[in-house]
């Protein structure tokens, strides 16, 4: 970022820590314009700023009405400002909602409600129990939703409940409450949410433990996945507890380190990110839309290169594919020497944040790409 726009945040998280959100809403809709500092008492325009209108993380458009439809792929840059803004305002309350998806549950399968409470504090969650009954213990996949999106809505966008049928998996979907982040993001960008044995990825590290031991999960069989703000929580748990997670997938996220206040969040959302070195060596799948606007594409590459720097004598190899539905890609797949797939990496052309192959009754996603839920399932359990 030059001069000007790395001032202009420094008064951003000046502001929001004192309480002016507004302003500090204000002051990021002028540096993404170009234009002059806002004046701080031109309070319609910093009202506006917050208040006029319901804007989405995983979004380029505002829904300006409770009764607007959702958005199901993300075609256009827009709502950064009000997105940051609101990611470090606890207190802005949205004049939006959305209904919640009815999940089809067949004969014989369970969508459980639950809750886990720790030193942490409480983590609501959905379980998916398939209708089959198991002999030996499940493997487990954890998934965690993108912004202003609830488990019951990633479960239908993703269609992961069918495949947990197929697959005989467990499927977890913890919530982020709003008590937590106004728009339901999970904090990435927070410093005391990137740690092991604290904050979100505790919470989220003792609710799969619950699953485990209550709903007979495989512990050599646990996997977590994200899209967006959850695909970069669930790199942030993966690297935390890699004894519990055995590999990750991650759906337009951000790499390790790529954030650690509102204005590295800025940065690495709008130009991207190398993130930091990873410690551990945890098997990833990456999924990115060359058309995503909201977290810049340049960010899937660098989170291969982090996950490829932890493993010793993988060959990459790169071939190009269509989806049934006309999405052009290209795979890179980097293996071990007995042809096992530590780290795989997918650009799909055309798509923007939403989730690749997902089903249309869910919101971001793309019904025309890759079937990412199938890819990551079919990774994890290779």
């Not at 949205?94 to 009815?102: L, Y």
């Not at 999960?217 to 748990?237: R, T, W």
């Not at 997918?346 to 839920?373: E, F, I, L, N």
Request: proline share 7%; with cysteine; aromatic share 6%.
């Amino acid at each position: 970022m030059n001069k000007r726009i790395t001032t202009g945040m420094a008064k951003v998280t000046d502001l929001t820590r004192a309480g002016r959100l507004s302003e500090a809403a204000a002051l990021i809709q002028s540096l993404l314009q170009g234009r002059a500092e806002p004046n701080p008492q031109d309070s319609t325009a910093n009202e506006a700023a917050i208040d006029g209108v319901f804007t989405r993380l995983d979004s380029g458009a505002p829904d300006k009405t409770a009764e607007a439809q959702p958005r199901r792929n993300e075609k256009r840059a827009g709502g950064l400002a009000e997105t940051l803004q609101r990611m470090a305002a606890g207190r802005v309350s949205s004049r939006a909602t959305q209904p919640v998806p009815v999940v089809d549950v067949p004969d014989g399968a369970k969508f459980l409600s639950l809750s886990h409470a720790s030193a942490q504090g409480q983590c609501d969650y959905r379980l998916y129990v398939p209708s089959k009954s198991a002999t030996s213990p499940r493997p487990v996949v954890v998934m965690l939703h993108g912004c202003t999106q609830s488990p019951e809505d990633f479960a239908a966008g993703t269609g992961m409940n069918a495949l947990a049928e197929e697959f005989g998996c467990l499927v977890v979907y913890p919530a982020q409450p709003t008590r937590a982040n106004v728009q339901k993001c999970w904090n990435w960008f927070r410093p005391e949410d990137q740690l092991r044995a604290n904050g979100e990825p505790a919470l989220i590290a003792g609710v799969t433990r619950d699953v485990l031991i209550a709903y007979n999960g495989d512990p050599a069989q646990v996997y977590i996945a994200g899209l967006s703000a959850g695909a970069a929580m669930a790199l942030l748990v993966a690297e935390a507890y890699p004894e519990i997670f055995h590999a990750v997938g991650v759906h337009s996220g951000l790499p390790i380190g790529a954030a650690r206040d509102i204005p590295s969040a800025f940065s690495a959302m709008r130009s991207g990110s190398k993130g930091v070195v990873r410690k551990n060596p945890v098997p990833t799948i990456i999924f990115q839309g060359s058309a995503d606007a909201t977290v810049h594409p340049s960010n899937g590459p660098a989170i291969q290169s982090q996950a490829v720097a932890t493993f010793a004598g993988l060959t990459p190899a790169t071939k190009a594919g269509k989806s049934g539905g006309g999405r052009t890609f290209k795979r890179t797949d980097h293996k071990r020497d007995d042809g096992r797939s530590m780290v795989e990496y997918w650009q799909v052309d055309g798509v923007g944040h939403a989730w690749a192959g997902g089903q249309a009754t869910g919101t971001y996603t793309d019904p025309s790409g890759p079937d990412a839920s199938r890819e990551m399932l079919r990774f994890f359990m290779q």
